[in-house]
């Protein structure tokens, strides 16, 4: 059974730092794309960032240059560094992964941004 567990949320002011990790089970974790996705109140869920096996990352053009999604492997575990935080980054954080057909999602990390 997948499992997704994301931790490292919180309150912080705007230009701060926050690291969020997603401890994944249940999975063969190396070999899978993993992804960052976010939804603020009001907002539809949007992806912030991606990592694939091999190491390439993606983001979306809101946080390129503030944000880095690492993975390590062994851990199985996925990162996301968010730097110079804004009160628009303020969101629910999501880890996903996409199995065939299927999404999974972790229960989601609140990150609030103050200004």
């Known amino acids: 059974q997948v499992q997704l567990v994301e931790s490292g949320g919180g309150l912080v002011q705007a230009g701060g730092s926050l690291r969020l990790s997603c401890a994944a089970s249940?999975?063969?974790?190396?070999?899978?794309?993993m992804n960052w996705y976010r939804q603020a109140p009001g907002k539809q869920r949007e992806l912030v960032a991606t990592?694939?096996?091999?190491?390439?990352?993606d983001y979306a053009d809101s946080v390129k240059g503030r944000f880095t999604i690492s993975r390590d492997n062994a851990k199985k575990t996925v990162y996301l560094q968010m730097n110079s935080l804004k009160p628009e980054d303020t969101a629910v954080y999501y880890c996903?992964?996409?199995?065939?057909?299927?999404?999974?999602w972790g229960q989601g990390t609140q990150v609030t941004v103050s200004s």
């Open positions: 990592i694939t096996s091999g190491g390439s990352t």
């Open positions: 249940g999975m063969i974790f190396a070999i899978n794309t």
């Open positions: 996903n992964v996409r199995l065939g057909p299927r999404d999974f």
